[in-house]
């Protein structure tokens, strides 16, 4: 049982760069986040999925796409890298049963 | 819509004193409420949350938060504080049962001096 993963543990790009960051749960868990962290702010949802078939914006979503692949797995799309996308990314996971959201360990990404 | 103040961004704790970390929040139905701790260079571990019920929750490593609706508070508190604590500590609310996103708070680092 590994919980929520995420691939590439870290990236570097150059402005205008794209790429995906997957991430994927094993707890049979409806719903799906992307976060991303930077220095004093702590978290903020850039899109969340409800449920499988079902996608949603957060608080920062500009400059991201998503796709809920199925009910594991939820991708975050990057088309046109900018350094202000340099940030930690995180995927969450969560069941209304329990409420309480699952991490993965995070992606470092830097945009040059 | 829902917004978390932690107050203080960094704390410092001798090993064996008490930990506080402060939390307050804003929220138009009753929240719920979640503390998460981050060790470097990892992910974000659930360390207790509140639902509904008992306002004072237990949660692990020995940490304890109690919810006040009067002060619109979530405190985290640990009697004695060890060296493995040194982490940062986020605080997050969601409205309740029906919504599935958290609003988290900036975050408090705390280091324990020997």
């Known amino acids: 049982n590994a919980g929520v993963t995420q691939t590439p543990k870290f990236q570097v790009l150059k402005t205008g760069q794209s790429m995906t960051l997957q991430c994927a749960q094993d707890m049979n868990h409806n719903s799906m986040y992307w976060y991303r962290q930077d220095p004093g702010m702590g978290l903020r949802l850039i899109y969340y999925s409800a449920s499988e078939g079902t996608t949603d914006k957060g608080e920062v979503p500009n400059g991201y796409n998503v796709s809920r692949l199925n009910k594991r797995e939820f991708s975050l799309r990057l088309e046109s890298a900018a350094p202000s996308q340099t940030s930690v990314y995180f995927c969450a996971s969560s069941d209304l049963s329990y409420l309480a959201q699952y991490f993965g360990p995070g992606t470092r990404l830097t945009v040059l | 819509a829902q917004s978390v103040t932690q107050l203080g961004s960094h704390v410092s704790v001798s090993e064996g004193a008490l930990v506080l970390l402060r939390c307050n929040y804003s929220s138009s139905v009753p929240p719920y409420l979640f503390w998460y701790v981050q060790y470097p260079n990892q992910g974000l571990q659930l360390l207790l949350k509140y639902t509904t019920g008992a306002t004072l929750v237990k949660g692990i490593n020995g940490f304890e938060a109690e919810f006040k609706k009067s002060e619109t508070s979530f405190h985290l508190t640990k009697p004695s504080a060890h060296m493995s604590d040194a982490a940062e500590y986020f605080c997050?609310?969601?409205?309740?049962?029906?919504?599935?996103?958290?609003?988290f708070g900036a975050g408090t680092t705390v280091t324990v001096r020997a």
């Open positions: 997050a609310v969601s409205d309740g049962p029906n919504d599935y996103k958290l609003s």
